[in-house]
């Protein structure tokens, strides 16, 4: 199995990398971009074929390791 | 729109405003506040912003020499002339609580919140430094803590380009959950270059420029005068403020051009704590005059933001500056030079009101001055605190003597407060801008001053210091928590001494200092004791070695559901070496040396020989109590001018003092500290001679923290200068040993009347001592 | 001679470039701003180092688009000499001046320190003045200096006398004890094929003057001028 | 339109951080875990309808500049 956990700025708090890369992205001739957020993507191998139970152990681990609460929201996949 | 709430005592409450507070502000108002400008009462009269328990103690610093340009109080920092129409801007602020809920973020937006202070005054920051404290480092916990602070500080001052290069970092149960944070930051210029936080000028355009707002650290100052809870820290409102080094670095470089435009620039400001509320009151209040801004034209990050929201966010990177009339156009031409947001938000008025718009309605009128300057002063009750008298009882007599001295060395240099520091600083670019010139792993830093370390001049204008300027800066950060817990005053001038000992020993004198006041809750009368004790002793101490408080931060409500941190003053200082050839580090050079200690080698005046809350007691024998060492002012004047004036003479190639751990922590550091490279640590060792010393224990000689004491080496021609000088100076001073030969083979050899001789192998305690952080945090 | 140092937004070493130059070998140094299109007249191009746009996104990404760097591809097709320094490495690598990446330092966390350096092949305008072998102490300070190419390339790169400098023990042993960053095969700076541009992750120009703990970074810097010299000779 | 990309190392590379959180990870009692690999995730918020000139756009960015060849590999979302 393998779990895919995305790990994004909360939409309140400042993101510095994504503004800076939005500027970045117009000054080099992409148009049309209303907002960019950066945050992380982490890829987990996992053991076993309980797709519930590592839903449930690597929401854990997001919450825990993975992703700062406080600044930051997750979403886990598993697939 | 959301409309605001109806003002309600329980509202009022939530906004930390007493009722009698309250009653003022209808007074000065002539009528009830609406939600805004009860907002922005709340965080002017907060104890961040206002000082309201603290302003009768602080009355007590000297703040006055003849070198201070500017002194405390009057701006975002003090400065001091340094010479050659050259001056420093220096000081030192907290980030306790904003740490303590997000460690990296929270620590590495109180470095930028530093730096701003310095470039405020129209300064080039030129270095940086630190003073950290954590709970038991053996804590998962605390390792978060401790890794995330030390992070962000690191991602902070490396990214925005500026050397963090002192300071320090001590673990006890007492910061548990509430770990401090203070920052300091230093900055250099010329003496025309000063800048004002002034709204001068009726007429004058107002701009806000740095980075949109966001609904940030909504009311952090507020929040950082509370007790710090589990409850408090969960719902402190708004986002977590995202530091952002890389803008910081935009905005201040844009800033220095633009106060370098000539005549562009009549007063400016950092938004730091209450943003946009204290920036706007505080310049107004300061030039007597006014402000009218409209809310609608300041940049927005969020979306429906309120007035109440817009002012008391604390986004952070954003300057106010009032530009003269008819400069409008430099103000744009340098921000989109360097792509950063600007906008024209508001005029200096002369009503005297600090007005606040929002779409052409307004959303707060307050007699600006007022809310600045008349903040409630509070007397609050002191009580000297009731383990006070168990402390003057102890004896260390109570415990037997060590019969495992050398095991206890190598305790002590694994304890992770007397440990090396190397996991932190390594961490911090200490090096950036060419002017390190003695990195971290000293008593004190050196920083050098030179032409390009300077903010920019105006177009054509003539250089007005001298040419191939080279000037020393050293710089030393120090504080004893325990120290002050078992004797709030006398702590608290030791705490100075060991400040000021650091930098004698590197060969400064010092100009000057800035304080953090690190304490729990005012109200209680215990910790107010400490607290008023403690500014008694900083105060007495910093006039006795000439370093007048040139500014400084207080940080109170530093508890946590266990109880109050131990009250834990930090000092800063900073200091002018003369010439090159006086800067002084700490380890020894050359085998053949003569190692000659300065000072008693064991108070014996004092009932615990020096053993009261020694790091000793405590990693020994789990022991927090007794009378700490004594810190005799004059003792130790004469000391540490004795150790310059060596140092001055030349006749000195090493001085190291001795504190946390005593004479022995002090001769280890003194054989294993220099570092040249990656795993190339430079070994000497030292053979000494300590059975002349008496001492009725063996623990008080080598691991006792009798003040006033420092260990220096000289070529075997020089000893005699050296002891020949002390006797002038009538202070004691001994030939205790030897520098012996270096590397692998090094050993530290020690000789008691008691105990046969004691050795250990450098090279193995250099090890432990090197290596004691990274095995707990890698 | 006439240097040119490059001044990105976030750079924050490109003054001590210029000081070194300048005030400590005696030449001609000058901030060029990125969004300036031209070099002028210059004998060399120093990329300094710093954090560029912050290092957000990766480090060096957003400054290899900036005006300037057009100009010094340019500079660098004719044969001019470039030399990146930390994050001046790293923006060459982005750019494609150099080959291979910088990423994340393997132990993770950023380091300040002096290390050893072995010097590589001495038949470079970067390192004429230094044998073979030259052991050199210069300090670092990265987070993302950990060096990596595909096996192709670090192959053809040793063949090629392209590896200028390793991390190494103060005896000159490359040890993985004494590499910093987990750089392949010990890498802290190296050159292009025609050995015209150069990068490497530590900062001679804080190794250049005595009172700075140690000038071994001054032989780097001065072996440039004496190939610009040599070759204005010639 | 949102686009999302996320950025991976490559199998060849050196994933320093990925190590890290994977020995967190067991640190804190998660077993079962194969490999841990951490890349980045961006969000970009366009504007416009078209899907496919948006696939096009960012892909181009996304080779570009979000992403090094050298070192990463990265995969275009469009919602
Ligand atoms: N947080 C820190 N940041 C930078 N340098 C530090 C830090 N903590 C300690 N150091 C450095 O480590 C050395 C030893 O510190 P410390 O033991 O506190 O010295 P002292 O006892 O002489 O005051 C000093 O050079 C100090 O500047
Ligand atoms: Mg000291």
Redesign the interface.
Known sequence: MKAKITVTPKKAVLDPQGKTVQTALEHIGFTGIKDVRIGKYIEIELEGTDREAALKSISQASHKILSNPVIEDYSVEIE | MTKDPAITPELVAQHGITPEEYENILKILGREPNYTELGIFSVMWSEHCSYKNTKPLLKQFPTRSKKILVGAGEENAGIIDIGDNLAIAFKMESHNHPSA??P??GAATGVGGIIRDIFTMGARPICAMNSLRFGNLSSPEVQRLFRGVV?GI?HYG????IPTIAGEVCFDDSYEGNPLVNAFCLGVLRHEQIARGAAKGIGNPVFYVG?AT???GLAGAAFASQDLTEASAEQQR?????G????E??VMEACLELLAAKDAVAGIQDMGAAGLTCSTCETAARAGTGIEIELSKVPQ??TGMTPYEIMLSE??ERMLIIVNKGHEAEVQRIFDK??LPWSEIGVVTDTGRMVVKNHGQVVANIPAAKIANDSPVYHRDSKEPAYMQGVRAYRVNSLSDTTSPAKDLEMLLQTPTIASKNWV??????????G??V?PGSDAAVV?I???SLPMLPDGAAESVPA?IEKFIALSVDGNGVYVYLDPYEGSKTVVAECARNLACSGATPLGSTDNLNFGNPHNPELFFQLKESVRGLAEACAAFNAPVTGGNVSLYNQNPMGAIDPTPTLALVGLIEK?EHITTQWFKDEGDVIILLGDAVDSADPNLGLGGSAYLMAKHDVKNGLPPRCDLKKEKAVQDLTLECIRSGWIKSAHDCSEGGLAVCLAESCFSKN?????PVFKGAKIDLSGVKSSRLDALLFGETQSRVVVSTSADHAEQVLAKAQASSVPATVIGKVTGCCKAATLDITTATASTLSWSIPALHSLWWNALAEIM? | MNFSVLQFPGSNCDQDCVHVLKNVLGHNARLLWHKDTSLGDTDAVIVPGGFSYGDYLRTGAIARYSNIMAAVKQFADRGGLVLGICNGFQILCEAGLLPGALIRNKGISFRCEFVWLRTGNPDTPFTCKAPEGTLLRIPIAHGEGCYFADAETLKQMEENGQILWRYCDRHGNTTPESNPNGSLLNIAGICNAQKNVAGLMPHPERASEKILSGHDGRILLESMVQFLENRKRS
Chains 1, 4 share one sequence.
């Open positions: 809920v997000e990296f973020q992070g690191a490396n990214c925005f380009g980075p966001g609904r940030d708004g986002a977590v403020q995202v952002d080094p890389f803008m670095k935009l990050r969020a986004s952070q360097w792509d600083y390594r961490q911090y670019d200490h090096m950036v801008r060419d390190s010139v990195c050098r030179k032409g390009d191939g090159k040249v490279a990656l795993n190339t890698d």
